[in-house]
């Protein structure tokens, strides 16, 4: 932008804001002049981090969405040069162009005026070409395809020169297009088929055609028939596809300007607009340099067809880079696989000056190249919603760059190159991993998804960049959040608006936390959800299954998810901590110069060591507990919120143990290809010398012959098939030919083998034994033999065909197809003579041979069959002779020589040949010498006759030179300046692997042939012969050794090591080339660039001396699961662990020699045939059964996928629905669902070992564990917490405790305890298992003390919980090596549970026991020492009513205290008689009658005694004013007291928490008090204690004084006594009588006063410790109840005894307690005074006026 439009801008926005000092920043000013001058604006630009587990890896995204005021467009044209075309119009209208796309009339028919030969008829020929489809200028078509490829007929517009844009969109699927002006050309244009994800849109120019390098005519571009052939590289695709067709104008209508190169600029070639540049390089990867500039507003196109050879270019319009390239970036760039285009809209610069644009031009090898840069061609505009998703991501590439703060970018322009930074289709939300990412896109588990989803928002434009992945034990780290949110987005001008104004400019970016978790979307993501994993179980097809689970873990990308996971994790409080652990990291991002030089990270480098793990700071999440403020806040049941919160961070912790590894794929597909492989051994020919070694075969056991010609026995196709099915099946596991058998109806019974023949066979060709003349399949690529030098793979009977790595296969040759080769079609017409003839077969046709055969009508021989090769001995016999019975024997040998006259057992024991030779010695047509041939010329007689001492040799067609007699004569004849070749010629001295001479074809190899079975024995032929044979390297002789070279990365874009595949064939010891580049001695002079001399190993030790490391081929062309050798050191190579599949091994194996022994047979006189050994049969479809198979090990392989993702989202997602639902406007008890947690699915199969682990235990099936066939096992989670036993608070003070279960104890059906559960269990859902092992993790140790037997518990839908008496073992855990507690389970008949036990032995027989023995024994006790003192205390009732009855005395205060202490007694008796029984367990009415209630009565007792005696000592009234005053405080006191008890009965009755059960199953809420009814539990306890303690006090006070004024009263009274001397005997009779009354008294208020006070405090103690530690030891209990409520009735009992027979006898002579007595109570003051000496007492006989009250006073 120049200063004074930025000056102008400044100006304005300070003028309307009136601020001169406000500050506008570079980046600010840009964007501002980018809205004012383009109109585009920006109305957000917001970033947020999603992460996710898609298919089993981690994914980590910033997610970036801009959204504009309008829409965008991509800019679509034809992107041709200007060019004059010649039309093939005659008169003005008649066509007489080429059109073959009407099968009805193929081709059409031309008019007469035509040239009738132009047009090929064999384009139309229906055999070749069956079937193909026509497609229309400018109409989208939609075509897909299961796996065959699509033909399709396009007819150009021959009326105008037309140019043509073919435009694909890919809907689903991978695939390429083979385009050309004929069908099956090899110089057809291909579209991208090493890296197919891009954007489909070769152009077809007519200035496309011309002249190759080498003359070869390059018309591709054609006004007859565009031939399109869509080759399918995915299972299924589909697609649009539209031909853009414009007319070119003419070079008429070009500018006439021309342009001028720049003078600074002196490497730089201008271009010109509209015309094709063209240009030649003269080595590979060359640069080239062009500029062009823009003058005004244009649409440029860059247009670089792959006509030559595929070019890549690059742009920059920076002048500080004027020559950008691979290492220098540019701002734009086009290095997409063979045509590259991109269109930009572009402006002049801002001053008004042209835009220079900088373009290099690279070509990867040496040969002419041409593109086109144009500004005049006709667009129109697409928007970028417009499209499907895959397509519409893929024609945005290149549209903007990311730039980092540190000044670094990251670039998208083509799929392949968006590992970290990529565009996406404009999705409703942005959504990362559809295209799949480039670098998963070969992934096993990714490369066959399909994904159907294309909605769209207009005005939108997203990107991602791919923070980190984690697969397995993998981890790419590419930059931090942070990094990226303060990065900016350049927009690179190939978007623009409706007016075709560029999108231009770069941009910051917002955090985008605006998300809110809105249950109702959530819910209908969930419902999505739901449906997608219904759907799971009705699809076994791999691709189907893998593309549903995709479906299903993408969708926990959704902004819903993203909202509502959130928001769960902020109620979850975590602690972040950073251990080391040890990970195999790529923690370097792509443009970071560490990431070339890390394993982990360049692939390079994997190929020369391993990825090793290091020590890495990882951040771990450690839970510390849940905001309950938050979730009481926000949530509906706070509780259940809780326990759901809980669960579902457990989840997350331990989701990762639900992945199935990566590698188990791998080894699925490995194990069955083995299998295969292996068992391809059987078909090899079985070597014989006699029928007896061949067998027999078939029901009747039909002999099998031995072909003594080739010694091989002739077992027929059919019966090599079945031992090969039968090696095969007995190979593979159940599981893995579980569908294929289920899809065919085949069982496992003793039919298997011959059923499943019957279904995989097919009519082919094939011989009468063996495997000869059968339809086998040969791997190619298109090309090869013309452009490339490839091994050949032929002779595969399937896809496990074992391969030689080939450079072919590393990805610059694409195009590869797996063809048949079959001989169907002259099956019948194949055929032999039995004898040897002249016939040649190169030369003579099959009736000339058949003549020459008949030729010869009988013959002297042996035959093995009539169908066999024979042995003419005519030479030794005639037919009398051969018709002897004396015939003498004839020895034979395997290599058809003959002996005659030899005995039997020296034919056998000393005559015989090997099967390969002892040796090979180098020799020569006999010539040596110096030999001369021409440099540029041929050399011929003539020439050499010119040569000085030069001689021509007729026999060996050479010029020889006779006088130069040694090697170095002759090299030094060689002079630059002369056109000939002096060579000197010694074969017989030749090195074996030097054995050539290709100027005079003089040298070759001859084999020494073994001559004993010791030195056969000896011999042998190794492995890396392959590598020196003729037939795979046609350009060396045999054995001829090789220059080789390690593995390098030779071209930009291929990141394994490979070779040149033009130029080298690969080796597992290195790089060679195509043709003999020297000596043993040139490749020594070479060692310091890497080159060896690789010789064929002669013997044993050199062939097993060469070690190597053995990987899996991961080439992207090589057929699947095959192996080559990398350059790893063994140490490298060992230590890459074991998912590597690396293994140091041989390179090469020896094989050694086989000696065959003579057999002597018997001539016989036969009559010669023409034999037609083969025939059309119905054999074994190899490549079928492969097919099959594999789709039966990738339903396995699906089905622990299933599992894989129902187990990890059952586990969030259910608990996140919860969760979300609570935290919602409408939380309800709805919110939370009830299930056990899936933890996966398991398929056993009958006759098979298998197992299924998970994080607490694993299940395993044996051989017998399924009878027939594959089932179905789902394997969940249950809680033990369902089991918890837990017991609610009561309101009494429990003296003693119930006998509890353990927190997860099981009952018998007697309700006894008789164990505990020791884990989580487990649910099994299966169909058909009639047997398995289940083992659990458990902890029993705690327990052992208690119970003694290890067992499983079960529980089903209709059952409680019941021990099984099952055996029981233990093992280690495979995953932890934690104790799992195992059994054999059998009969399964419905959904079971299943959980680790351990009980005591007689479980079954247990009775309930509510205490323990020593408990209920010390309880009965208790009752029965109760009720003897309640007998007692009835007893004293009995007789207070007899009395009254009888009239002898009135009711008593007294008589009301020891009633009330009876029923209490009794109460207390009567409850510990029960509750031995369990009744009053969980009882609250009886809680409060028996043990509440009676506390009060206890209470009531005892205060009656405390209130009396404190009126006695305390009051100062007299009479009824005192015994008045005296029942108000009885009454007052018992009033207060039985209303606590209502109070506190009824507060905690109704504050009794009722749950319900909010959380189902899923969630366990335990049953527990109310915190209301804790605390009034607790206050009743502390008012139970007060009130003892006031008791107890006021009996030690109380008593205490009463105590001491009777001990002062009896002094007085003795006092008194002793001055009054004779007081008279009545008076001394008296004063007797009342010191011994006196001191009974005194003697049994000390006893009350010491019970009540002791027991009483002790109670306030005792009371605190029930409530408070609530111990369960009965002793405790049972002395504290004696000490408290026994002993203190005792002294009530015995101090205020009732249960004398006063008043019942006559008699005068009473004795009276003062104060309180049996009869009368006095509260006369004066009879209380205290004078001086003491208190004075009044006789209670006295008729003293002073009022006194009798009891009848109290009377009711």
Same mark, same amino acid.
């Given at each position: 932008?120049?200063?004074?439009?930025?000056?102008?801008?400044?100006?304005?926005?300070?003028?309307?804001?009136?601020?001169?000092?406000?500050?506008?920043?570079?980046?600010?000013?840009?964007?501002?002049?980018?809205?004012?001058?383009?109109?585009?604006?920006?109305?957000?630009?917001?970033?947020?981090?999603?992460?996710?587990?898609?298919?089993?890896?981690?994914?980590?995204?910033?997610?970036?969405?801009?959204?504009?005021?309008?829409?965008?467009?991509?800019?679509?044209?034809?992107?041709?040069?200007?060019?004059?075309?010649?039309?093939?119009?005659?008169?003005?209208?008649?066509?007489?162009?080429?059109?073959?796309?009407?099968?009805?009339?193929?081709?059409?028919?031309?008019?007469?005026?035509?040239?009738?030969?132009?047009?090929?008829?064999?384009?139309?020929?229906?055999?070749?070409?069956?079937?193909?489809?026509?497609?229309?200028?400018?109409?989208?078509?939609?075509?897909?395809?299961?796996?065959?490829?699509?033909?399709?007929?396009?007819?150009?517009?021959?009326?105008?020169?037309?140019?043509?844009?073919?435009?694909?969109?890919?809907?689903?699927?991978?695939?390429?297009?083979?385009?050309?002006?004929?069908?099956?050309?090899?110089?057809?244009?291909?579209?991208?088929?090493?890296?197919?994800?891009?954007?489909?849109?070769?152009?077809?120019?007519?200035?496309?055609?011309?002249?190759?390098?080498?003359?070869?005519?390059?018309?591709?571009?054609?006004?007859?028939?565009?031939?399109?052939?869509?080759?399918?590289?995915?299972?299924?695709?589909?697609?649009?596809?539209?031909?853009?067709?414009?007319?070119?104008?003419?070079?008429?209508?070009?500018?006439?300007?021309?342009?001028?190169?720049?003078?600074?600029?002196?490497?730089?070639?201008?271009?010109?607009?509209?015309?094709?540049?063209?240009?030649?390089?003269?080595?590979?990867?060359?640069?080239?340099?062009?500029?062009?500039?823009?003058?005004?507003?244009?649409?440029?196109?860059?247009?670089?067809?792959?006509?030559?050879?595929?070019?890549?270019?690059?742009?920059?319009?920076?002048?500080?880079?004027?020559?950008?390239?691979?290492?220098?970036?540019?701002?734009?760039?086009?290095?997409?696989?063979?045509?590259?285009?991109?269109?930009?809209?572009?402006?002049?610069?801002?001053?008004?000056?042209?835009?220079?644009?900088?373009?290099?031009?690279?070509?990867?090898?040496?040969?002419?190249?041409?593109?086109?840069?144009?500004?005049?061609?006709?667009?129109?505009?697409?928007?970028?919603?417009?499209?499907?998703?895959?397509?519409?991501?893929?024609?945005?590439?290149?549209?903007?760059?990311?730039?980092?703060?540190?000044?670094?970018?990251?670039?998208?322009?083509?799929?392949?190159?968006?590992?970290?930074?990529?565009?996406?289709?404009?999705?409703?939300?942005?959504?990362?991993?559809?295209?799949?990412?480039?670098?998963?896109?070969?992934?096993?588990?990714?490369?066959?998804?399909?994904?159907?989803?294309?909605?769209?928002?207009?005005?939108?434009?997203?990107?991602?960049?791919?923070?980190?992945?984690?697969?397995?034990?993998?981890?790419?780290?590419?930059?931090?959040?942070?990094?990226?949110?303060?990065?900016?987005?350049?927009?690179?001008?190939?978007?623009?608006?409706?007016?075709?104004?560029?999108?231009?400019?770069?941009?910051?970016?917002?955090?985008?936390?605006?998300?809110?978790?809105?249950?109702?979307?959530?819910?209908?993501?969930?419902?999505?959800?739901?449906?997608?994993?219904?759907?799971?179980?009705?699809?076994?097809?791999?691709?189907?299954?893998?593309?549903?689970?995709?479906?299903?873990?993408?969708?926990?990308?959704?902004?819903?998810?993203?909202?509502?996971?959130?928001?769960?994790?902020?109620?979850?409080?975590?602690?972040?901590?950073?251990?080391?652990?040890?990970?195999?990291?790529?923690?370097?991002?792509?443009?970071?110069?560490?990431?070339?030089?890390?394993?982990?990270?360049?692939?390079?480098?994997?190929?020369?060591?391993?990825?090793?793990?290091?020590?890495?700071?990882?951040?771990?999440?450690?839970?510390?507990?849940?905001?309950?403020?938050?979730?009481?806040?926000?949530?509906?049941?706070?509780?259940?919120?809780?326990?759901?919160?809980?669960?579902?961070?457990?989840?997350?912790?331990?989701?990762?143990?639900?992945?199935?590894?990566?590698?188990?794929?791998?080894?699925?597909?490995?194990?069955?290809?083995?299998?295969?492989?292996?068992?391809?051994?059987?078909?090899?020919?079985?070597?014989?010398?006699?029928?007896?070694?061949?067998?027999?075969?078939?029901?009747?056991?039909?002999?099998?012959?031995?072909?003594?010609?080739?010694?091989?026995?002739?077992?027929?196709?059919?019966?090599?098939?079945?031992?090969?099915?039968?090696?095969?099946?007995?190979?593979?596991?159940?599981?893995?030919?579980?569908?294929?058998?289920?899809?065919?109806?085949?069982?496992?019974?003793?039919?298997?083998?011959?059923?499943?023949?019957?279904?995989?066979?097919?009519?082919?060709?094939?011989?009468?034994?063996?495997?000869?003349?059968?339809?086998?399949?040969?791997?190619?690529?298109?090309?090869?033999?013309?452009?490339?030098?490839?091994?050949?793979?032929?002779?595969?009977?399937?896809?496990?065909?074992?391969?030689?790595?080939?450079?072919?296969?590393?990805?610059?040759?694409?195009?590869?197809?797996?063809?048949?080769?079959?001989?169907?079609?002259?099956?019948?017409?194949?055929?032999?003579?039995?004898?040897?003839?002249?016939?040649?077969?190169?030369?003579?046709?099959?009736?000339?041979?058949?003549?020459?055969?008949?030729?010869?009508?009988?013959?002297?021989?042996?035959?093995?069959?009539?169908?066999?090769?024979?042995?003419?001995?005519?030479?030794?016999?005639?037919?009398?002779?051969?018709?002897?019975?004396?015939?003498?024997?004839?020895?034979?040998?395997?290599?058809?020589?003959?002996?005659?006259?030899?005995?039997?057992?020296?034919?056998?024991?000393?005559?015989?040949?090997?099967?390969?030779?002892?040796?090979?010695?180098?020799?020569?047509?006999?010539?040596?010498?110096?030999?001369?041939?021409?440099?540029?010329?041929?050399?011929?007689?003539?020439?050499?006759?010119?040569?000085?001492?030069?001689?021509?040799?007729?026999?060996?067609?050479?010029?020889?030179?006779?006088?130069?007699?040694?090697?170095?004569?002759?090299?030094?004849?060689?002079?630059?300046?002369?056109?000939?070749?002096?060579?000197?010629?010694?074969?017989?001295?030749?090195?074996?692997?030097?054995?050539?001479?290709?100027?005079?074809?003089?040298?070759?190899?001859?084999?020494?042939?073994?001559?004993?079975?010791?030195?056969?024995?000896?011999?042998?032929?190794?492995?890396?012969?392959?590598?020196?044979?003729?037939?795979?390297?046609?350009?060396?002789?045999?054995?001829?050794?090789?220059?080789?070279?390690?593995?390098?990365?030779?071209?930009?874009?291929?990141?394994?090591?490979?070779?040149?595949?033009?130029?080298?064939?690969?080796?597992?010891?290195?790089?060679?080339?195509?043709?003999?580049?020297?000596?043993?001695?040139?490749?020594?002079?070479?060692?310091?660039?890497?080159?060896?001399?690789?010789?064929?190993?002669?013997?044993?030790?050199?062939?097993?001396?060469?070690?190597?490391?053995?990987?899996?081929?991961?080439?992207?062309?090589?057929?699947?699961?095959?192996?080559?050798?990398?350059?790893?050191?063994?140490?490298?190579?060992?230590?890459?662990?074991?998912?590597?599949?690396?293994?140091?091994?041989?390179?090469?194996?020896?094989?050694?020699?086989?000696?065959?022994?003579?057999?002597?047979?018997?001539?016989?006189?036969?009559?010669?045939?023409?034999?037609?050994?083969?025939?059309?049969?119905?054999?074994?479809?190899?490549?079928?059964?492969?097919?099959?198979?594999?789709?039966?090990?990738?339903?396995?392989?699906?089905?622990?996928?299933?599992?894989?993702?129902?187990?990890?989202?059952?586990?969030?997602?259910?608990?996140?629905?919860?969760?979300?639902?609570?935290?919602?406007?409408?939380?309800?008890?709805?919110?939370?669902?009830?299930?056990?947690?899936?933890?996966?699915?398991?398929?056993?199969?009958?006759?098979?070992?298998?197992?299924?682990?998970?994080?607490?235990?694993?299940?395993?099936?044996?051989?017998?564990?399924?009878?027939?066939?594959?089932?179905?096992?789902?394997?969940?989670?249950?809680?033990?917490?369902?089991?918890?036993?837990?017991?609610?608070?009561?309101?009494?003070?429990?003296?003693?405790?119930?006998?509890?279960?353990?927190?997860?104890?099981?009952?018998?059906?007697?309700?006894?305890?008789?164990?505990?559960?020791?884990?989580?269990?487990?649910?099994?859902?299966?169909?058909?298992?009639?047997?398995?092992?289940?083992?659990?993790?458990?902890?029993?140790?705690?327990?052992?003390?208690?119970?003694?037997?290890?067992?499983?518990?079960?529980?089903?839908?209709?059952?409680?919980?019941?021990?099984?008496?099952?055996?029981?073992?233990?093992?280690?855990?495979?995953?932890?090596?934690?104790?799992?507690?195992?059994?054999?389970?059998?009969?399964?008949?419905?959904?079971?549970?299943?959980?680790?036990?351990?009980?005591?032995?007689?479980?079954?027989?247990?009775?309930?026991?509510?205490?323990?023995?020593?408990?209920?024994?010390?309880?009965?006790?208790?009752?029965?020492?109760?009720?003897?003192?309640?007998?007692?205390?009835?007893?004293?009732?009995?007789?207070?009513?007899?009395?009254?009855?009888?009239?002898?005395?009135?009711?008593?205060?007294?008589?009301?205290?020891?009633?009330?202490?009876?029923?209490?007694?009794?109460?207390?008796?009567?409850?510990?008689?029960?509750?031995?029984?369990?009744?009053?367990?969980?009882?609250?009415?009886?809680?409060?009658?028996?043990?509440?209630?009676?506390?009060?009565?206890?209470?009531?007792?005892?205060?009656?005694?405390?209130?009396?005696?404190?009126?006695?000592?305390?009051?100062?009234?007299?009479?009824?004013?005192?015994?008045?005053?005296?029942?108000?405080?009885?009454?007052?006191?018992?009033?207060?007291?039985?209303?606590?008890?209502?109070?506190?009965?009824?507060?905690?009755?109704?504050?009794?928490?009722?749950?319900?059960?909010?959380?189902?199953?899923?969630?366990?809420?335990?049953?527990?008090?109310?915190?209301?009814?804790?605390?009034?539990?607790?206050?009743?306890?502390?008012?139970?204690?007060?009130?003892?303690?006031?008791?107890?006090?006021?009996?030690?006070?109380?008593?205490?004084?009463?105590?001491?004024?009777?001990?002062?009263?009896?002094?007085?009274?003795?006092?008194?006594?002793?001055?009054?001397?004779?007081?008279?005997?009545? !008076?001394? &009779? %008296?004063? #007797?009588?009342? @010191?011994? /009354? *006196?001191?009974?008294?005194?003697?049994?208020?000390?006893?009350?006063? $010491?019970?009540?006070?002791?027991?009483?405090?002790?109670?306030?103690?005792?009371?605190?410790?029930?409530?408070?530690?609530?111990?369960?030891?009965?002793?405790?209990?049972?002395?504290?109840?004696?000490?408290?409520?026994?002993?203190?009735?005792?002294?009530?009992?015995?101090?205020?005894?009732?249960?004398?027979?006063?008043?019942?006898?006559?008699?005068?002579?009473?004795?009276?307690?003062?104060?309180?007595?049996?009869?009368?109570?006095?509260?006369?003051?004066?009879?209380?005074?205290? !004078?001086? &000496? %003491?208190? #004075?007492?009044? @006789?209670? /006989? *006295?008729?003293?006026?002073?009022?006194?009250?009798?009891?009848?006073? $109290?009377?009711?």
């Amino acid at each position: 932008m120049s200063q004074i439009k930025k000056k102008t801008i400044e100006s304005i926005i300070r003028l309307n804001f009136k601020n001169d000092n406000i500050k506008i920043t570079e980046d600010a000013m840009d964007m501002l002049c980018i809205y004012l001058i383009n109109c585009i604006n920006v109305k957000s630009s917001k970033i947020i981090e999603k992460s996710t587990n898609v298919l089993g890896v981690e994914f980590d995204y910033a997610l970036i969405d801009f959204e504009f005021d309008q829409d965008l467009y991509r800019i679509r044209n034809v992107p041709c040069g200007n060019f004059d075309c010649t039309l093939p119009i005659i008169n003005d209208n008649i066509d007489c162009s080429c059109d073959y796309t009407n099968m009805n009339e193929c081709p059409k028919i031309l008019d007469s005026s035509c040239d009738q030969t132009l047009c090929n008829v064999d384009f139309c020929n229906n055999t070749k070409y069956p079937n193909w489809e026509t497609i229309k200028a400018n109409v989208p078509t939609n075509f897909e395809s299961t796996d065959e490829p699509i033909i399709i007929r396009y007819k150009a517009n021959a009326f105008i020169c037309e140019g043509i844009r073919i435009e694909s969109s890919q809907n689903q699927g991978r695939y390429y297009i083979s385009i050309g002006n004929s069908p099956s050309s090899i110089f057809n244009r291909l579209t991208p088929n090493i890296s197919p994800d891009t954007f489909i849109q070769p152009a077809f120019c007519p200035s496309d055609n011309g002249f190759d390098i080498d003359g070869t005519p390059l018309d591709i571009w054609t006004l007859d028939t565009y031939f399109l052939k869509i080759i399918p590289l995915s299972k299924y695709i589909n697609f649009n596809l539209t031909i853009i067709s414009k007319e070119i104008e003419p070079t008429s209508k070009l500018p006439t300007t021309t342009c001028t190169n720049l003078p600074d600029l002196p490497d730089h070639q201008c271009i010109v607009d509209g015309v094709p540049a063209v240009g030649e390089t003269k080595l590979a990867s060359e640069l080239a340099y062009y500029t062009f500039q823009v003058t005004k507003p244009s649409i440029v196109s860059f247009s670089a067809p792959a006509i030559y050879q595929d070019i890549d270019f690059f742009i920059s319009d920076d002048p500080s880079n004027t020559k950008p390239n691979y290492t220098n970036p540019s701002k734009w760039e086009c290095i997409n696989e063979n045509d590259d285009y991109i269109i930009l809209s572009l402006k002049p610069n801002l001053d008004g000056t042209p835009k220079t644009l900088y373009i290099t031009v690279s070509t990867y090898y040496a040969s002419v190249y041409s593109f086109t840069v144009s500004t005049l061609t006709t667009t129109e505009l697409i928007s970028i919603s417009d499209n499907f998703a895959r397509g519409g991501a893929f024609s945005i590439l290149g549209s903007s760059r990311l730039f980092l703060p540190n000044g670094s970018f990251y670039k998208c322009s083509g799929w392949s190159t968006c590992t970290s930074y990529s565009i996406l289709y404009p999705f409703l939300e942005s959504f990362p991993v559809w295209p799949i990412p480039a670098q998963f896109v070969d992934d096993y588990r990714f490369n066959k998804i399909t994904y159907y989803n294309d909605k769209s928002r207009k005005n939108h434009y997203s990107t991602a960049f791919l923070l980190s992945t984690t697969e397995g034990e993998f981890s790419q780290l590419n930059k931090g959040f942070q990094d990226i949110l303060t990065s900016k987005i350049e927009f690179l001008n190939t978007l623009v608006d409706k007016n075709g104004n560029p999108l231009e400019g770069k941009f910051t970016l917002t955090l985008n936390n605006e998300l809110k978790c809105d249950n109702e979307k959530f819910e209908e993501l969930l419902k999505e959800m739901d449906n997608l994993e219904s759907t799971l179980y009705n699809n076994t097809d791999f691709s189907i299954v893998n593309s549903i689970i995709f479906n299903i873990d993408t969708l926990t990308l959704s902004d819903s998810w993203k909202a509502c996971s959130d928001k769960a994790g902020s109620f979850l409080q975590t602690d972040n901590n950073f251990v080391n652990k040890s990970l195999s990291i790529c923690s370097y991002s792509s443009n970071d110069p560490e990431y070339d030089l890390d394993p982990c990270c360049n692939v390079t480098l994997s190929f020369f060591q391993c990825c090793q793990p290091k020590m890495v700071p990882v951040k771990v999440s450690e839970f510390i507990g849940i905001y309950d403020d938050l979730v009481e806040d926000q949530c509906f049941s706070s509780q259940c919120t809780a326990s759901v919160l809980n669960e579902y961070y457990n989840s997350l912790s331990v989701v990762s143990e639900c992945d199935v590894p990566a590698f188990v794929s791998t080894n699925s597909a490995m194990e069955m290809r083995d299998a295969l492989r292996d068992c391809k051994d059987v078909l090899k020919d079985t070597p014989c010398i006699s029928d007896g070694d061949c067998g027999t075969y078939g029901s009747n056991n039909q002999s099998i012959i031995c072909d003594l010609k080739q010694r091989i026995c002739m077992i027929p196709p059919e019966q090599l098939d079945l031992k090969y099915l039968e090696c095969v099946f007995n190979r593979l596991p159940a599981s893995y030919t579980y569908s294929f058998l289920n899809k065919y109806g085949i069982q496992s019974n003793d039919s298997l083998i011959s059923n499943v023949f019957n279904a995989m066979s097919w009519n082919d060709c094939t011989n009468q034994y063996g495997n000869d003349y059968r339809g086998t399949y040969t791997y190619t690529a298109s090309g090869i033999g013309i452009y490339y030098s490839c091994y050949p793979t032929t002779n595969c009977l399937d896809h496990s065909c074992v391969t030689v790595h080939d450079a072919c296969f590393d990805g610059q040759i694409g195009g590869w197809s797996f063809s048949l080769q079959s001989n169907l079609d002259t099956c019948e017409s194949i055929g032999f003579c039995q004898i040897p003839t002249d016939c040649d077969p190169e030369v003579d046709d099959e009736q000339t041979c058949i003549d020459k055969c008949n030729a010869i009508q009988e013959y002297c021989g042996y035959c093995s069959t009539n169908s066999t090769d024979c042995f003419n001995f005519d030479d030794n016999f005639d037919e009398a002779q051969c018709k002897s019975p004396t015939v003498p024997n004839v020895c034979i040998l395997s290599n058809g020589e003959v002996f005659y006259d030899v005995d039997p057992n020296d034919c056998e024991n000393n005559n015989g040949n090997c099967n390969l030779p002892c040796g090979k010695e180098c020799v020569g047509l006999g010539y040596s010498g110096c030999g001369i041939e021409g440099g540029s010329f041929y050399m011929n007689e003539t020439v050499c006759q010119t040569i000085l001492n030069a001689i021509w040799s007729e026999d060996n067609y050479m010029c020889e030179l006779a006088n130069i007699k040694t090697k170095e004569a002759c090299a030094a004849l060689n002079d630059g300046d002369v056109d000939l070749i002096y060579q000197w010629v010694d074969c017989e001295n030749q090195p074996l692997d030097e054995c050539y001479d290709f100027t005079f074809s003089q040298c070759y190899l001859k084999p020494i042939e073994c001559t004993t079975k010791a030195e056969c024995e000896n011999a042998g032929q190794c492995s890396d012969s392959y590598f020196f044979k003729p037939e795979n390297v046609p350009n060396y002789p045999e054995d001829m050794g090789k220059c080789v070279r390690g593995h390098f990365a030779y071209l930009t874009g291929f990141q394994t090591p490979t070779c040149d595949t033009f130029y080298q064939s690969d080796s597992p010891m290195g790089c060679f080339s195509y043709y003999p580049e020297g000596s043993h001695r040139f490749c020594n002079l070479h060692a310091d660039e890497g080159f060896t001399w690789w010789a064929p190993a002669t013997t044993r030790e050199e062939c097993e001396a060469p070690m190597g490391c053995k990987i899996l081929d991961k080439s992207p062309y090589n057929l699947p699961y095959n192996f080559r050798f990398n350059q790893m050191t063994e140490e490298l190579c060992t230590g890459c662990g074991n998912e590597s599949l690396n293994s140091w091994e041989n390179i090469f194996q020896w094989t050694p020699a086989v000696w065959q022994g003579g057999i002597s047979i018997k001539p016989q006189w036969r009559t010669n045939q023409y034999v037609y050994p083969t025939s059309v049969r119905k054999v074994l479809n190899y490549e079928q059964l492969f097919n099959e198979l594999d789709d039966s090990v990738n339903t396995h392989i699906a089905d622990l996928y299933r599992s894989e993702v129902l187990c990890r989202m059952e586990r969030v997602e259910g608990n996140l629905r919860s969760i979300s639902c609570s935290c919602s406007e409408n939380g309800s008890p709805d919110c939370f669902s009830s299930s056990a947690l899936l933890l996966g699915q398991s398929k056993p199969c009958a006759n098979e070992e298998s197992s299924y682990d998970f994080s607490f235990g694993r299940v395993e099936f044996n051989k017998k564990s399924v009878q027939l066939g594959c089932t179905s096992v789902l394997v969940s989670q249950v809680s033990q917490q369902l089991y918890k036993s837990t017991i609610a608070q009561t309101l009494s003070s429990n003296f003693v405790s119930y006998k509890k279960p353990d927190n997860y104890g099981i009952l018998n059906e007697k309700d006894a305890i008789i164990g505990t559960i020791l884990g989580d269990g487990i649910t099994i859902n299966t169909q058909g298992v009639l047997s398995l092992t289940i083992c659990l993790q458990f902890n029993g140790t705690k327990y052992s003390k208690s119970y003694d037997v290890y067992d499983f518990a079960i529980s089903t839908s209709n059952s409680p919980l019941r021990p099984l008496n099952v055996e029981t073992f233990t093992k280690k855990s495979p995953i932890d090596s934690s104790e799992l507690l195992c059994t054999i389970l059998t009969n399964f008949t419905e959904d079971k549970s299943f959980f680790p036990i351990i009980r005591i032995e007689n479980w079954s027989s247990q009775e309930k026991e509510v205490f323990d023995k020593t408990a209920t024994g010390l309880i009965y006790t208790l009752a029965c020492i109760f009720m003897l003192t309640a007998i007692w205390g009835i007893f004293q009732v009995v007789m207070v009513a007899v009395r009254k009855y009888k009239g002898v005395e009135q009711i008593k205060l007294v008589h009301f205290l020891i009633v009330i202490v009876s029923i209490f007694i009794l109460i207390r008796a009567i409850y510990f008689f029960i509750i031995p029984s369990g009744a009053l367990q969980n009882n609250s009415s009886a809680d409060y009658i028996l043990v509440v209630l009676p506390t009060f009565i206890y209470f009531t007792a005892f205060t009656i005694i405390v209130s009396l005696w404190y009126m006695i000592v305390n009051s100062r009234d007299s009479g009824r004013t005192l015994f008045k005053r005296l029942k108000i405080i009885i009454l007052a006191t018992n009033l207060i007291l039985y209303l606590l008890f209502i109070v506190i009965v009824l507060v905690f009755n109704y504050t009794e928490d009722h749950p319900s059960n909010d959380c189902g199953t899923r969630i366990v809420l335990e049953v527990s008090s109310t915190t209301s009814q804790y605390v009034v539990s607790i206050v009743y306890a502390i008012i139970q204690a007060i009130i003892s303690f006031v008791i107890g006090a006021a009996f030690l006070y109380l008593g205490g004084s009463l105590y001491l004024s009777m001990r002062s009263i009896k002094k007085n009274r003795n006092g008194a006594s002793a001055n009054g001397g004779g007081g008279g005997s009545s !008076g001394g &009779s %008296g004063g #007797s009588n009342g @010191n011994s /009354s *006196s001191s009974q008294h005194q003697k049994k208020i000390f006893i009350v006063t $010491f019970a009540c006070s002791i027991g009483f405090i002790i109670h306030c103690v005792f009371v605190l410790i029930l409530v408070a530690a609530n111990p369960s030891n009965i002793t405790f209990s049972f002395l504290g109840l004696i000490i408290t409520e026994i002993i203190p009735s005792l002294s009530i009992f015995y101090c205020y005894n009732q249960g004398h027979f006063t008043g019942l006898k006559q008699s005068s002579n009473t004795v009276h307690l003062e104060y309180v007595t049996p009869n009368r109570e006095d509260f006369n003051s004066n009879s209380r005074r205290v !004078g001086d &000496s %003491g208190l #004075s007492y009044k @006789n209670n /006989s *006295s008729t003293s006026t002073k009022e006194s009250f009798d009891s009848s006073s $109290f009377r009711r």
